[in-house]
């Protein structure tokens, strides 16, 4: 009777309560894409509910958050979702947004809600963290996924979950992959035994780290971890943390572990899990957007080491590993904050992120708290006119200072709008406006500087003020402000022709300015008069020529003075100038640096093609010249002057370094994702504009005078008048060209760009149709590779084929399979815009001009360029179908070197005479190549090739570098790999046993 009756109850129950209030919600974000290269298409949300026959699908429903004011912008429910497959229990649900539907952040976000309230744990975001102001998780703080879609992916991949479970913390978010909307996820299963998953990996030392899983870990061996990337490692150490079992410390890393930005992964064979991340520790330069050594990506996460420098006590904390350029960046957090302080030695986790143009790096774990109490890095002093208000954004010299501790000399107060003050730093009479801002010491509630005054310098760290468009320093304290500076004791050459070695009977400039005793600019309280005198360098020779100016003054309330119209004659080596103040109880003598006094010769640098109206692109980021350089040395336009004949005047301010018989590009846009897909080798302002009709382009050397060249385009008369090409030069690189009939049009978009698609031209290569009566050659050349040989058909396999990269592979990461110095070293970038269709692989010529072959080293090298090699043996430019040419003149006997990357190099045995199209078989004999069988093999009967075995590229086949430190590395991967002898996408035993065990007798006969 008893069990009737709770039976009858719980029937009643159940007609009373809907079905849906009994059973929790296992429902979760599983799948989505958000951003691609071009226009963003297939953007969609997919979703996965287990049991969905119990929900009303209008009760789920999706929100899409912007970061800006943390607001929803779009809503769904899920009963306008289309339905996908079911696997078990789940089943998936998608929805396919209109173009452009999804916004690409930073820091938005996606909800999932039931019933007007978020799941637990579905407010997710990626590129940061937001926090909701409307909709269901009004008040909420999102979890960013760690993952992102850069714009440069193509179309078809998303971001989804991958892993084994039943639950959302189950799974873990993976880089763009190819996408499975409706579909399960690539390496994701319901239910089952569940696998643990690494969710986290972090560096704690160069040989510890810690890997994260989101399950307990039971067991744990040493042997089953492997870090690959920029080297294979191994542990000798592996603990399950006594606290949180989920954590795995790996110890004894073997090598250690480096410190670049070669992503790593680390792997777990027991589990068949890993993560991406970069291991070792990573110093901050690779944060700069301007950084030399290259910039990190905005995906994988990274351990840093530094310094605390600055904290804001809100969101902001500024951390440096070193004093000067590069060194420092803003942690962005509105967690972080409370755990450091100034002085803190800290190891954390971070990535790195772009926001409003200043970088950051963000989502902050922090690992450890070396020590506390701590002097930070700098200030490095900078001078005003490095953060100068008119320095364009991601631009030098600012932008290597950002985030970085630094310090201004002797400044002047000009006045203050809006916690913003703007300043005045003057040098050789220029005045340079610099601005300080309040990001530490918000709105200056504890600094005040006052408007007017001249203070003795201020510190702080760098940053850009996106509101403001311009970098500032923001000061943390009101002792970083100094009062006026110390009275002047010296006088100091500062500068000699900004930098540049002058040229005999040139005018060129001296700046001098009075110090105090710390090297410090200094205001003198009276006109300081002085006189210059020199050395007269190495011989004595070297004096100031007649007319020359050899007098100035440094006027009072001033610190320095720029002298114009130095003139010194004849040339000579380590000269210097001193300063000499007139009045013999006045400051001390100051001495420049010593410097040449060049010789004078016009440089042969000729300006050979124009983009001045691009269509894929717009004008202000596309805009382009090229110049050429007509000599066989190297032409450095460092303090050259680009003008027109009207107001467009620009002074090149770095080096830029155009090569014998080379090209260098010129544009204002350095970035190829935005300016067409070019390399631009000098950025000139985007207000220097070139003419889409009439115009003038003038090349001026650096006296402010001499004219090394000049065109004048007249917008079609008689010159061409493009959109959407360049006009190109096609006399020889010698005659005038400032003839508009001696100009034409780009037909072809050159491999010179990237990207298959746009605007026509040829930046930084020889162009069809360009210097068509130039001096030069091409090279016509027939040769085999040992590996992709098929006796059969007498032709190569290609089948490496997608593997094959757009960009050049001889310039790597060093070391090479621990070799720091491959035989085919490269400098190059060179990128093609796709992989002909036959190609067998890459290839490095080297050209060389000497008498004979013995003494063709690689001191006589005049040219190098990467080809493609086709299966038929015939070499060909990046284009895929041309020759490769070439446009130097060969003054003895030419030498063409072959390298192949994993091959043993060669070069032909006699001399061959350049000009026109040089024929030449290497297939024929071993006689064709110099040195013979010592470094030629014969593939078959007749036919010979490049030994293949040289992983390491070091010129010979050995079992120590090769196999033991180079197949090894290798063996059982596929891809694009050294190991990989016959080049068919995978290293194996039969590249080993077939190709390098026997060729270990081989060893390139190329003359170093």
């Given at each position: 009777?008893?069990?009737?009756?709770?039976?009858?109850?719980?029937?009643?129950?159940?007609?009373?309560?809907?079905?849906?209030?009994?059973?929790?919600?296992?429902?979760?974000?599983?799948?989505?894409?958000?951003?691609?290269?071009?226009?963003?298409?297939?953007?969609?949300?997919?979703?996965?509910?287990?049991?969905?026959?119990?929900?009303?699908?209008?009760?789920?429903?999706?929100?899409?958050?912007?970061?800006?004011?943390?607001?929803?912008?779009?809503?769904?429910?899920?009963?306008?979702?289309?339905?996908?497959?079911?696997?078990?229990?789940?089943?998936?649900?998608?929805?396919?947004?209109?173009?452009?539907?999804?916004?690409?952040?930073?820091?938005?976000?996606?909800?999932?809600?039931?019933?007007?309230?978020?799941?637990t744990g579905q407010f997710l975001s990626y590129e940061g963290v937001l926090t909701a102001t409307t909709g269901p998780a009004a008040g909420?703080?999102?979890?960013?996924?760690?993952?992102?879609?850069?714009?440069?992916?193509?179309?078809?991949?998303?971001?989804?979950?991958?892993?084994?479970?039943?639950?959302?913390?189950?799974?873990?978010?993976?880089?763009?992959?190819?996408?499975?909307?409706?579909?399960?996820?690539?390496?994701?299963?319901?239910?089952?035994?569940?696998?643990?998953?690494?969710?986290?990996?972090?560096?704690?030392?160069?040989?510890?780290?810690?890997?994260?899983?989101?399950?307990?870990?039971?067991?744990?061996?040493?042997?089953?971890?492997?870090?690959?990337?920029?080297?294979?490692?191994?542990?000798?150490?592996?603990?399950?943390?006594?606290?949180?079992?989920?954590?795995?410390?790996?110890?004894?890393?073997?090598?250690?572990?480096?410190?670049?930005?070669?992503?790593?992964?680390?792997?777990?064979?027991?589990?068949?899990?890993?993560?991406?991340?970069?291991?070792?520790?990573?110093?901050?330069?690779?944060?700069?957007?301007?950084?030399?050594?290259?910039?990190?990506?905005?995906?994988?996460?990274?351990?840093?080491?530094?310094?605390?420098?600055?904290?804001?006590?809100?969101?902001?904390?500024?951390?440096?590993?070193?004093?000067?350029?590069?060194?420092?960046?803003?942690?962005?957090?509105?967690?972080?904050?409370?755990?450091?302080?100034?002085?803190?030695?800290?190891?954390?986790?971070?990535?790195?992120?772009?926001?409003?143009?200043?970088?950051?790096?963000?989502?902050?774990?922090?690992?450890?708290?070396?020590?506390?109490?701590?002097?930070?890095?700098?200030?490095?002093?900078?001078?005003?006119?490095?953060?100068?208000?008119?320095?364009?954004?991601?631009?030098?010299?600012?932008?290597?200072?950002?985030?970085?501790?630094?310090?201004?000399?002797?400044?002047?107060?000009?006045?203050?709008?809006?916690?913003?003050?703007?300043?005045?730093?003057?040098?050789?009479?220029?005045?340079?406006?610099?601005?300080?801002?309040?990001?530490?010491?918000?709105?200056?509630?504890?600094?005040?500087?006052?408007?007017?005054?001249?203070?003795?310098?201020?510190?702080?760290?760098?940053?850009?003020?996106?509101?403001?468009?311009?970098?500032?320093?923001?000061?943390?304290?009101?002792?970083?402000?100094?009062?006026?500076?110390?009275?002047?004791?010296?006088?100091?050459?500062?500068?000699?022709?900004?930098?540049?070695?002058?040229?005999?009977?040139?005018?060129?400039?001296?700046?001098?300015?009075?110090?105090?005793?710390?090297?410090?600019?200094?205001?003198?309280?009276?006109?300081?008069?002085?006189?210059?005198?020199?050395?007269?360098?190495?011989?004595?020779?070297?004096?100031?020529?007649?007319?020359?100016?050899?007098?100035?003054?440094?006027?009072?309330?001033?610190?320095?003075?720029?002298?114009?119209?130095?003139?010194?004659?004849?040339?000579?080596?380590?000269?210097?100038?001193?300063?000499?103040?007139?009045?013999?109880?006045?400051?001390?003598?100051?001495?420049?640096?010593?410097?040449?006094?060049?010789?004078?010769?016009?440089?042969a640098i000729v300006i050979c093609e124009v983009l001045q109206d691009p269509v894929t692109v717009t004008d202000g980021v596309g805009e382009?010249?090229?110049?050429?350089?007509?000599?066989?040395?190297?032409?450095?336009?460092?303090?050259?002057?680009?003008?027109?004949?009207?107001?467009?005047?620009?002074?090149?301010?770095?080096?830029?370094?155009?090569?014998?018989?080379?090209?260098?590009?010129?544009?204002?846009?350095?970035?190829?994702?935005?300016?067409?897909?070019?390399?631009?080798?000098?950025?000139?302002?985007?207000?220097?504009?070139?003419?889409?009709?009439?115009?003038?382009?003038?090349?001026?050397?650096?006296?402010?005078?001499?004219?090394?060249?000049?065109?004048?385009?007249?917008?079609?008369?008689?010159?061409?008048?493009?959109?959407?090409?360049?006009?190109?030069?096609?006399?020889?690189?010698?005659?005038?060209?400032?003839?508009?009939?001696?100009?034409?049009?780009?037909?072809?978009?050159?491999?010179?760009?990237?990207?298959?698609?746009?605007?026509?031209?040829?930046?930084?290569?020889?162009?069809?149709?360009?210097?068509?009566?130039?001096?030069?050659?091409?090279?016509?050349?027939?040769?085999?590779?040992?590996?992709?040989?098929?006796?059969?058909?007498?032709?190569?396999?290609?089948?490496?084929?997608?593997?094959?990269?757009?960009?050049?592979?001889?310039?790597?990461?060093?070391?090479?399979?621990?070799?720091?110095?491959?035989?085919?070293?490269?400098?190059?970038?060179?990128?093609?815009?796709?992989?002909?269709?036959?190609?067998?692989?890459?290839?490095?010529?080297?050209?060389?001009?000497?008498?004979?072959?013995?003494?063709?080293?690689?001191?006589?090298?005049?040219?190098?360029?990467?080809?493609?090699?086709?299966?038929?043996?015939?070499?060909?430019?990046?284009?895929?179908?041309?020759?490769?040419?070439?446009?130097?003149?060969?003054?003895?006997?030419?030498?063409?070197?072959?390298?192949?990357?994993?091959?043993?190099?060669?070069?032909?045995?006699?001399?061959?005479?350049?000009?026109?199209?040089?024929?030449?078989?290497?297939?024929?004999?071993?006689?064709?190549?110099?040195?013979?069988?010592?470094?030629?093999?014969?593939?078959?009967?007749?036919?010979?090739?490049?030994?293949?075995?040289?992983?390491?590229?070091?010129?010979?086949?050995?079992?120590?570098?090769?196999?033991?430190?180079?197949?090894?590395?290798?063996?059982?991967?596929?891809?694009?790999?050294?190991?990989?002898?016959?080049?068919?996408?995978?290293?194996?035993?039969?590249?080993?046993?077939?190709?390098?065990?026997?060729?270990?007798?081989?060893?390139?006969?190329?003359?170093n």
């Amino acid at each position: 009777m008893k069990k009737s009756v709770l039976l009858l109850i719980a029937m009643i129950a159940m007609i009373i309560v809907p079905p849906t209030s009994v059973l929790a919600q296992n429902a979760w974000i599983n799948e989505f894409h958000y951003d691609n290269t071009g226009t963003d298409a297939n953007e969609f949300v997919e979703i996965v509910i287990e049991n969905p026959g119990s929900y009303l699908l209008s009760d789920f429903r999706i929100d899409l958050y912007n970061f800006t004011g943390g607001v929803t912008y779009d809503n769904k429910t899920l009963d306008l979702f289309t339905v996908g497959s079911t696997s078990g229990n789940f089943t998936f649900y998608s929805y396919t947004y209109p173009v452009n539907g999804i916004q690409n952040g930073a820091q938005d976000g996606i909800a999932l809600s039931y019933q007007g309230t978020v799941i637990t744990g579905q407010f997710l975001s990626y590129e940061g963290v937001l926090t909701a102001t409307t909709g269901p998780a009004a008040g909420l703080t999102s979890t960013d996924i760690g993952v992102l879609e850069p714009g440069s992916d193509p179309l078809g991949l998303s971001l989804q979950l991958s892993g084994s479970g039943t639950q959302y913390s189950q799974f873990t978010w993976q880089a763009p992959a190819a996408h499975t909307k409706g579909l399960l996820n690539n390496s994701q299963s319901f239910g089952g035994i569940v696998v643990p998953v690494m969710t986290n990996a972090y560096t704690t030392s160069t040989t510890a780290l810690d890997v994260i899983y989101n399950l307990d870990i039971t067991s744990v061996d040493p042997g089953d971890y492997t870090l690959s990337g920029t080297a294979n490692i191994a542990f000798s150490g592996a603990t399950i943390d006594g606290v949180d079992a989920r954590i795995v410390h790996l110890t004894g890393a073997s090598p250690a572990m480096a410190s670049d930005i070669t992503v790593d992964n680390i792997a777990d064979d027991l589990n068949g899990t890993s993560y991406a991340f970069y291991a070792g520790i990573m110093p901050i330069t690779f944060t700069n957007a301007t950084n030399p050594g290259g910039v990190m990506d905005l995906v994988h996460t990274a351990t840093f080491r530094g310094i605390i420098s600055a904290d804001d006590a809100f969101n902001n904390v500024w951390i440096s590993d070193a004093a000067g350029a590069y060194h420092g960046v803003l942690i962005f957090s509105t967690t972080f904050q409370g755990l450091v302080a100034v002085g803190d030695d800290v190891l954390i986790q971070a990535k790195r992120e772009v926001f409003n143009n200043l970088t950051e790096i963000t989502n902050p774990l922090l690992i450890s708290t070396i020590s506390t109490g701590n002097t930070p890095y700098g200030p490095t002093v900078i001078n005003g006119s490095d953060i100068v208000e008119t320095n364009p954004v991601n631009t030098n010299p600012a932008e290597s200072w950002e985030g970085q501790l630094v310090r201004i000399n002797d400044f002047y107060v000009d006045s203050y709008v809006a916690y913003d003050y703007r300043c005045r730093w003057t040098s050789g009479g220029t005045d340079y406006y610099f601005h300080i801002g309040d990001n530490v010491d918000f709105q200056f509630l504890n600094i005040t500087l006052t408007v007017g005054a001249t203070y003795a310098s201020i510190t702080g760290v760098v940053d850009w003020y996106n509101t403001g468009i311009y970098y500032r320093i923001n000061p943390r304290t009101q002792a970083d402000v100094v009062g006026a500076s110390n009275p002047p004791v010296k006088l100091a050459i500062t500068s000699v022709n900004s930098g540049i070695n002058p040229y005999e009977t040139i005018p060129f400039s001296v700046t001098v300015q009075a110090q105090d005793a710390l090297n410090n600019p200094a205001f003198v309280t009276a006109d300081v008069n002085f006189t210059f005198t020199t050395n007269g360098g190495d011989l004595g020779t070297v004096a100031f020529a007649p007319g020359s100016t050899v007098t100035g003054t440094i006027l009072n309330g001033t610190s320095d003075i720029i002298v114009t119209g130095v003139i010194m004659e004849p040339f000579g080596t380590n000269v210097t100038i001193t300063a000499n103040d007139n009045n013999p109880f006045g400051l001390a003598d100051g001495i420049s640096a010593a410097f040449d006094v060049l010789e004078f010769n016009l440089p042969a640098i000729v300006i050979c093609e124009v983009l001045q109206d691009p269509v894929t692109v717009t004008d202000g980021v596309g805009e382009w010249f090229e110049v050429y350089n007509n000599s066989d040395v190297a032409v450095d336009m460092n303090g050259w002057t680009i003008k027109d004949d009207g107001t467009n005047t620009h002074t090149i301010a770095s080096a830029l370094v155009v090569p014998a018989h080379g090209y260098a590009v010129l544009g204002n846009n350095a970035d190829p994702l935005t300016n067409g897909g070019y390399t631009c080798n000098y950025v000139f302002p985007v207000a220097f504009a070139l003419g889409n009709a009439d115009d003038e382009l003038v090349l001026v050397m650096p006296d402010g005078v001499t004219e090394v060249d000049r065109i004048m385009w007249d917008g079609g008369t008689l010159w061409p008048d493009p959109s959407g090409a360049s006009m190109i030069f096609a006399g020889l690189p010698g005659d005038d060209n400032n003839v508009g009939t001696s100009w034409t049009v780009s037909t072809l978009r050159e491999p010179s760009f990237t990207g298959i698609t746009g605007d026509l031209g040829s930046p930084g290569t020889l162009g069809t149709g360009q210097f068509t009566g130039a001096v030069g050659f091409s090279l016509d050349i027939t040769l085999f590779l040992e590996g992709p040989y098929d006796a059969a058909t007498n032709t190569m396999t290609y089948l490496l084929g997608a593997s094959v990269p757009l960009t050049q592979p001889f310039n790597p990461v060093l070391p090479y399979y621990g070799n720091p110095a491959p035989k085919w070293l490269y400098a190059g970038t060179e990128t093609a815009g796709a992989i002909p269709a036959t190609a067998v692989d890459w290839l490095l010529l080297d050209i060389r001009d000497a008498a004979d072959a013995a003494s063709a080293t690689s001191a006589t090298s005049v040219a190098k360029k990467p080809v493609f090699l086709l299966s038929d043996g015939s070499v060909v430019e990046m284009d895929g179908t041309s020759l490769p040419t070439f446009t130097n003149s060969i003054a003895n006997s030419l030498f063409v070197v072959v390298w192949g990357r994993n091959h043993v190099g060669i070069m032909n045995a006699a001399g061959l005479t350049a000009g026109g199209a040089v024929v030449y078989d290497f297939s024929t004999a071993s006689t064709q190549v110099y040195g013979g069988v010592a470094g030629y093999k014969e593939v078959e009967t007749g036919v010979w090739g490049m030994a293949s075995g040289d992983v390491n590229a070091d010129g010979l086949v050995t079992v120590a570098g090769d196999k033991t430190a180079g197949w090894k590395v290798d063996a059982g991967k596929a891809g694009y790999l050294g190991g990989d002898l016959n080049l068919n996408g995978q290293a194996t035993n039969k590249d080993k046993n077939d190709y390098l065990l026997p060729n270990t007798a081989y060893t390139t006969q190329v003359p170093n």
